[in-house]
């Protein structure tokens, strides 16, 4: 599968990406224009978006964003999967160990690939699976975006958002350099389940979802050229 990277956004960079969650703070005028440039855009022969990509990488405040001005529904795996176990991802892990959550996962992401219209967010981790990685390069009509950022950056993200009572946990962080070893061991599997990846250093939220709509775009065929669905 081919990888197209967007190295620059097509408009005016106004921040890096910010919190998840930052009360008092407004918005800036990027996601007013990104929700101009993306309302009733039409994605024809896509039925899913499903962004992967390490923690911090923005996958859930990005996903969210476009999903809403797509009118399709955002689906966060690690959300499915509690919401079916009564459990929080840190303690099924706990609990169970990682082999038994890497079961589940797999059979909650099978879930979600057979709906339509949908933006699906991955744990960070879900891409190591040879089972997951198959079924994203086998489910049709589904383009797979990695949402990327150099560790530093993705470390910086997760510090801010921290601070956020409602933001979630990552204990993970506790050993940075442990955590800088699943960074560079996942990569290459992000890159490689990727139809197209999305540089977010510089980009805001609003930004990468427009960067994503724009990709997908322009590697639809020609009108009347799709194929039977």
Same mark, same amino acid.
């Given at each position: ?8 956004? $097509?408009? +005016? *960079?106004?921040? @890096?990406?910010?919190? /998840? ?8 005028? %990027?996601?007013? !224009? ?53 459990? $929080?991802? +840190? *303690?099924?892990? @706990?609990?169970?160990? /990682? ?8 059979? %909650?992401?099978? !879930? ?118």
């Amino acid at each position: 599968m081919s990888t197209a990277t967007l190295d620059r956004p $097509t408009h +005016p *960079q106004t921040e @890096s990406m910010p919190k /998840e969650s930052n009360p008092g703070r407004k918005s800036p005028p %990027a996601a007013d !224009s990104a929700s101009h440039s993306l309302a009733g855009q039409t994605l024809p022969g896509i039925d899913r978006i499903v962004l992967t990509g390490f923690m911090g990488s923005g996958k859930t405040s990005t996903g969210r964003l476009l999903a809403r001005h797509l009118g399709w529904r955002f689906l966060d795996l690690d959300q499915e999967i509690e919401a079916r176990h009564h459990r $929080t991802v +840190p *303690q099924i892990f @706990s609990e169970h160990g /990682e082999a038994h959550f890497r079961h589940i996962e797999s059979l %909650a992401l099978a !879930s979600l690939l057979g709906q339509r219209q949908v933006v699906i967010a991955l744990g960070g981790g879900a891409p190591e699976e040879l089972g997951n990685r198959l079924l994203l390069e086998q489910t049709p009509h589904t383009a797979v975006i990695y949402l990327s950022a150099s560790f530093d950056i993705l470390v910086s993200r997760c510090t801010a958002q921290a601070a956020d009572p409602s933001a979630t946990a990552r204990p993970n962080l506790t050993d940075l350099a442990r955590a800088e070893q699943r960074y560079h061991l996942r990569r290459p599997h992000y890159e490689r389940i990727a139809a197209h990846t999305v540089e977010t250093a510089e980009l805001t939220p609003a930004q990468t979802a427009e960067a994503i709509v724009a990709a997908l775009r322009t590697a639809l065929p020609p009108v009347g050229r799709q194929g039977s669905r």
